[in-house]
């Protein structure tokens, strides 16, 4: 076939049976860590809290007032009258907010918000309580979540890892929309809207706070349905959160900001090389309820249009890195590619990303199967990109057909490939989306 370099049908394969190699392997050694537990009896509390995770650990977390248990520590934050009540979260949307129930560390569910694997953020502190909330004019919901530790050291760590979390988030369907860091909410703070599908039109939200004072960590989650052009924006749950801190800080003593702001700030991507997408940044599919994955692979020059060459280029460094879905029930062709390549000035990156974007829209006459579509493009103040959807014809009557990406980001380029597979593909506002956040991710690639 003239002009079409495919991505190989069985590197695909070979990426997708080692991730699903690695999950194997990963249960094994869990479940012997289990089995270890399960072993050493009364010193199982130990191993388990060091694994960071159990229900061993509900009597730790009795949040009681009467409860005398030398294990529990200062009965700090210990009475229920620190939560938020209905008034006080008012500003996360319109119409009625009831209590829908109030748990403690020995009651709560091991799952009371956004991508929380487990239970304890500290295994190790003195207890918990969780809110939750319903608004039965809007049909939102909200959650409060507050784990005491036994100091302010303790709580930083459940707040890393909490922010970990989110940042790592393996929940199928769910896709990062947008984040902030705040200033003044607490000792530290952040922000995250993650977007799901909810039907035809409408998109569920899930905004949530993080945020860290004394030996206290709050989250606050707030869940609604809407039109999926509509993103929240930051500032109600930033006055709820803010509410409820101030609850926090009047039991604690001490004084919190009453002015906090939000800035934009992508979370942290710890699980993929520094530069590239996170799974959260991906897109979410009605048919595809498995969650992303990521592995290194090897770097091509594109499906035949783009005739991308970066060592002639003169890139001085690049990278790519593959994404799959390997547990769910989809083709070995289906997945995501980027390719990050880095260049001596901005110049140098514009010129490279000019000439792939030449090249593809010269591409129908230049290579005689090949069908060329712009679908899109952007001209920022730190980046600008172009999208197109690119088919070409084989002898056989079959056509493959790609969505391609390139972006011009300072020094660096990102190349996005994503192959358009039945009931598989994604809209050319979602695709643009995609190709911006990898512009964002690349900043940091070295």
């Not at 930033?238 to 609850?247: F, V």
């Not at 880095?342 to 006459?365: L, Q, W, Y």
């Amino acid at each position: 076939m003239t002009g079409s370099d495919r991505s190989p049908r069985s590197g695909r394969a070979a990426v997708r049976e080692e991730r699903r190699r690695q999950v194997r392997r990963r249960n094994q050694v869990l479940g012997a860590g289990a089995a270890v537990v399960a072993l050493v009896g009364g010193g199982g509390y130990a191993a388990l809290a060091a694994a960071g995770g159990g229900d061993s650990h509900d009597a730790v977390r009795s949040s009681k007032p009467d409860d005398k248990s030398s294990d529990l520590g200062p009965a700090v934050l210990a009475d229920p009258k620190i939560l938020l009540t209905p008034p006080a979260i008012k500003p996360l949307s319109t119409g009625t907010w009831i209590v829908s129930g109030t748990a403690d560390g020995n009651s709560s569910t091991d799952h009371s918000f956004v991508c929380q694997p487990q239970r304890f953020a500290d295994p190790a502190g003195i207890r918990t309580w969780v809110r939750t909330f319903r608004n039965p004019t809007t049909k939102a919901t909200a959650i409060q979540y507050v784990e005491v530790s036994n100091d302010a050291a303790a709580a930083g760590k459940a707040y890393a890892t909490i922010a970990g979390w989110l940042g790592q988030c393996s929940t199928p369907q769910l896709r990062l929309v947008a984040s902030y860091t705040t200033k003044g909410l607490g000792s530290r703070g952040l922000i995250a809207v993650f977007g799901q599908p909810a039907g035809d039109e409408d998109k569920r939200y899930r905004t949530i706070s993080v945020t860290t004072v004394g030996p206290a960590t709050m989250v606050l989650e707030h869940n609604t349905t809407g039109d999926g052009d509509t993103t929240p924006k930051p500032g109600p749950i930033l006055a709820a959160a803010n509410a409820g801190l101030q609850r926090i800080c009047t039991q604690l003593g001490t004084t919190c900001s009453k002015t906090p702001t939000a800035t934009s700030s992508l979370l942290p991507s710890a699980d993929t090389p520094a530069g590239f997408m996170s799974p959260i940044d991906l897109p979410v599919l009605d048919s595809v309820r498995k969650p992303w994955v990521s592995v290194t692979t090897t770097t091509h020059t594109g499906t035949g249009c783009e005739k991308m060459d970066l060592k002639k280029a003169k890139a001085s460094a690049y990278r790519s890195q593959t994404y799959v879905v390997p547990e769910a029930d989809v083709p070995d062709e289906f997945g995501l590619d980027t390719t990050i390549a880095r260049f001596a000035s901005s110049g140098a990156a514009e010129t490279f990303v000019d000439k792939i974007r030449k090249n593809v829209n010269s591409c129908p006459t230049t290579t005689s199967n090949a069908t060329v579509r712009r679908t899109g493009s952007f001209d920022l103040s730190a980046m600008s990109g172009q999208t197109w959807r690119v088919s070409y014809e084989t002898g056989d009557d079959k056509v493959f057909t790609y969505r391609i990406g390139i972006v011009a980001v300072g020094k660096r380029s990102v190349y996005v490939l994503y192959p358009v597979l039945r009931h598989l593909d994604i809209s050319n506002s979602a695709f643009v989306e995609i190709l911006m956040r990898a512009g964002e991710r690349s900043t940091t690639f070295k």
